[in-house]
T-cell receptor, first 115, second 115 residues
Framework: EDKVVQSPLSLVVHEGDTVTLNCSYEVTNFRSLLWYKQEKKAPTFLFMLTSSGIEKKSGRLSSILDKKELFSILNITATQTGDSAVYLCAVQGGNDNTNAGKSTFGDGTTLTVKP | DTEVTQTPKHLVMGMTNKKSLKCEQHMGHRAMYWYKQKAKKPPELMFVYSYEKLSINESVPSRFSPECPNSSLLNLHLHALQPEDSALYLC??????????????FGQGTRLTVV
């Protein structure tokens, strides 16, 4: 059974701080690891990682995957109050070529950024 | 159009009622998903449709009945639900891929309360 573990479960920082969120996984036939941000309703897609060692970057957010050690990190620099959300990590695995989007989610990290 | 639209946004139903949740996307995605999310928990996969055929049922009780009438629409028919079924129901879509990992785009969800 696929398993995704995120840490820490919650984090409180002040604006301007840098945070690192962790995601470790065990999955059969790994395909990809995804990061989502969830505020009030739907998760919104941040990154999809498939290859080790290649950093994905979007503004103040960046992420990298280590397929040997089976983990990923999500970095947020110069945090703002608008970054407060639950950050979800999900992995896609399995043999079924028709279900590439099926994801197993971790429990999420709740980030609170104080002014 | 990169949206997944879910209706209704909120639904309150009694345990003897029959209701349906609807999901629509016009991104040409051929994989669609229903997830259930309880408070402070990650989304849990319920059903996957691939090319309008049900490909995964994650042992969901029969009081939940999915339907995919065409490639843009996904319904979830509800009957004789229990109060513990109250949750946020999320629809997602993605390219099913042929072994190529793809990200899922989520709708805003239907907040369901069973009374």
């Amino acid at each position: 059974e696929d398993k995704v573990v995120q840490s820490p479960l919650s984090l409180v920082v002040h604006e301007g701080d840098t945070v690192t969120l962790n995601c470790s996984y065990e999955v059969t036939n790994f395909r990809s690891l995804l990061w989502y941000k969830q505020e009030k309703k739907a998760p919104t897609f941040l990154f999809m990682l498939t290859s080790s060692g290649i950093e994905k970057k979007s503004g103040r957010l960046s992420s990298i995957l280590d397929k040997k050690e089976l983990f990923s990190i999500l970095n947020i620099t110069a945090t703002q109050t608008g970054d407060s959300a639950v950050y979800l990590c999900a992995v896609q695995g399995g043999n079924d070529n028709t279900n590439a989007g099926k994801s197993t989610f971790g429990d999420g990290t709740t980030l609170t950024v104080k002014p | 159009d990169t949206e997944v639209t879910q209706t209704p946004k909120h639904l309150v139903m009694g345990m003897t009622n029959k209701k349906s949740l609807k999901c629509e996307q016009h991104m040409g995605h051929r994989a669609m998903y229903w997830y259930k999310q309880k408070a402070k928990k990650p989304p849990e996969l319920m059903f996957v449709y691939s090319y309008e055929k049900l490909s995964i049922n994650e042992s969901v009780p029969s009081r939940f009945s999915p339907e995919c009438p065409n490639s843009s629409l996904l319904n979830l028919h509800l009957h004789a639900l229990q109060p513990e079924d109250s949750a946020l129901y999320l629809c997602a879509s993605s390219q099913p891929g042929t072994g190529v990992p793809t990200e899922a785009f989520f709708g805003q969800g239907t907040r369901l309360t069973v009374v």
